[in-house]
């Protein structure tokens, strides 16, 4: 099923017609041979990705249900947690943690900037917190956390260290067994299947390291069911047992997915979404257009642009979908005011560069004085 549209928004995002054929197989019962072996090596595959020598489940779901099943499995109503939060989907950890009876914390930052490490290291100080979590690239903002920082630090005061890479995965380094300095590691990735992935939405995919799996151990009834890696793990072990029925034909298109990302090689790959990132930013620049998150800060995988003075985002966004590219509008306060893009997955350089020279034709349309053939020119230059 070829896409026939430039699907560029923070995700979902365009799919490959081999991983299309995949979902399309034949559905299979939920325990036949043939689902258990696709199962267990996609589990495999995860845990290449993720470098852990942990646990990981594969669930249906989205990244919200991965952020929940984070939360419930490690810390309990009554305890308290740090949300560190560049953006939007970094404050949806304290609405979940607060439905949960956990206390939160928080610490924002200004958006388009990272948190400051020196504020974290004294709320550190001031009080205990059983976990803390990061969003490792916020899709409202384009900002990347700064885990080399980070880690280190939260892992010094023994609180684990939570991470939603649900915008970052496969894109950029979520590996659990590197050591950020004296022992310090990432002790739970999560993530979706409908971003860097590149697969269609319904998967939450969860990584629980030692030490997070300890602080399951350690709460024994939890107040949560589906969510509760105790019941999953043991399909996770042997999935021809029961649980709760699970995607088939989502595996099936995960299985082709992780595949194709391990084939391109996990450093390659983080490579070409830098690349495609700091082209995508450097070629929009020429028109005018500001990107929210500095160069040093930026992720690798979407960008929030700003709007020059005079540019109506609906009619600018509008004029991109009549001709097949679909951008997303910016969120809270910066609605109308900025677009986001996003660069990740399975998305082309020869997409990326008709795409800046429609936005180019886009913001002619509205008065703006731009040169389309030196935007995609300085792209080229950059990938």
């Known amino acids: 099923m070829p896409n026939r549209e430039m699907l560029l928004i923070p995700g979902p995002t365009p799919v490959l017609d081999e991983i299309y054929e995949a979902l399309s197989s034949e559905t299979y019962a939920h325990t036949d041979p043939r689902v258990v072996k696709v199962t267990l090596e996609s589990l495999e595959m995860t845990r290449q990705m993720f470098n852990t ?7 249906a779901g989205s990244g919200t249900l991965a952020m929940e099943m984070a939360i419930v499995n490690t810390v309990a109503p009554g305890e ?71 880690v280190p630090l939260v892992k010094q005061h023994n609180a684990l ?12 380094v979520e590996d ?28 939450a995919i969860i990584a629980f390291g030692p030490q997070a799996l300890a602080a399951r151990a350690e709460l024994k009834r939890i107040p949560a069911y589906y ?25 099936y298109a995960y299985h082709r997915a992780m595949q194709l990302v391990l084939a391109e090689g996990l450093e390659n790959r983080y490579a070409r979404h830098q690349k495609l990132g700091r082209a995508v930013r450097a070629a929009l620049a020429t028109y005018g257009l500001v990107p929210l998150a500095a ?37 809270a306060s910066l609605a109308g005011k900025a677009f986001r893009i996003g660069h990740m997955g399975n998305v082309t350089t020869e997409t990326l560069k008709q795409a800046i020279g429609l936005i180019g034709e886009a913001l002619a349309a509205q008065g703006r004085t731009v040169d389309v053939a030196a935007a995609q020119a300085k792209f080229s230059a950059l990938v």
């Not at 260290?161 to 950029?172: K, M, N, Q, R, S």
């Not at 590691?185 to 993530?191: A, E, N, Y």
């Not at 992720?299 to 997303?328: H, N, S, W």
């Open 176 to 203: 659990m067994q590197h050591d950020y300095g004296h022992g310090a590691k990432i002790d739970v990735v999560l993530t979706g299947s409908q971003k860097a992935i590149g697969v269609p939405p319904g998967l």
């Open 227 to 251: 969510a509760d890696i105790n019941n999953w793990l043991p399909i996770m072990k042997d999935p021809s047992k029961y649980f709760a029925t699970p995607a088939v034909n989502m595996l």
């Open 80 to 150: 308290k947690i740090l949300v560190l939060t560049h953006g939007f989907f970094g404050d949806r950890f304290i609405k979940l943690a607060e439905s949960f009876g956990i206390a939160v914390d928080s610490i924002a930052s200004p958006w388009g900037q990272r948190v400051d490490p020196r504020e974290v290291a004294a709320k550190l100080a001031g009080s205990t917190y059983k976990a803390v979590t990061v969003t490792h690239v916020d899709t409202s903002t384009g900002v990347q956390a700064d885990l080399d920082t980070l």
């Open 295 to 331: 160069e040093t800060v930026a992720a690798p995988t979407l960008t929030c642009m700003q709007y020059p003075e005079g540019i109506v985002d609906l009619e600018f966004r509008k004029f991109l979908a009549a001709r097949g590219v679909v951008l997303a509008g910016a969120l």
């Open 161 to 172: 260290f939570i991470l939603d890479g649900v915008c970052a995965t496969a894109a950029a």
């Open 53 to 59: 020598d942990g646990e990981v489940f594969i669930v």
